[in-house]
């Protein structure tokens, strides 16, 4: 585990963040498998084209026992539900949802914003 911090890129321009919590199935070889399929070695490179295609600066994903926090970077102007609309019609994307949808602690048929909730911030330090 990092104990060093992680860094983080810097933009040209104006950004905004989302972070949002799932959980996965308590369950240590799907959550091996999870970790997989997130790898460099692994990870679908259409995914995480479509990720940038509809304007996703940065995207990452932090894990903690079967605890998800996934923090999304974007410009200002990004529209949230615009764009995950757009990343769903996107290929391979529909096959990603279905893949992962056997390690996650939600409903196979539920869409990625019915799997991934919204976080809400709470306190802030500058």
Not at 62 to 68: A, G, K, Q, T
Request: charge should be negative.
């Amino acid at each position: 585990m990092e104990t060093n911090g992680y860094p983080s890129k810097q933009y040209a321009q104006p950004t905004k963040r989302y972070v949002q919590v799932m959980n996965l199935k308590d369950d240590h070889e799907l959550i091996r498998r999870y970790r997989e399929a997130h790898d460099p070695e692994h990870f679908w490179r259409e995914i995480g084209n479509g990720i940038k295609q509809v304007g996703i600066l940065e995207m990452e994903i932090y894990i903690s026992s079967n605890h998800l926090v996934m923090i999304v970077d974007a410009p200002l102007d990004f529209k949230w539900d615009e764009a995950m609309a757009h990343l769903a019609t996107l290929p391979r994307q529909a096959e990603w949802e279905q893949h992962v949808a056997q390690f996650q602690d939600c409903s196979v048929q539920a869409t990625s914003d019915e799997k991934w909730q919204m976080a809400e911030r709470i306190f802030k330090i500058y």
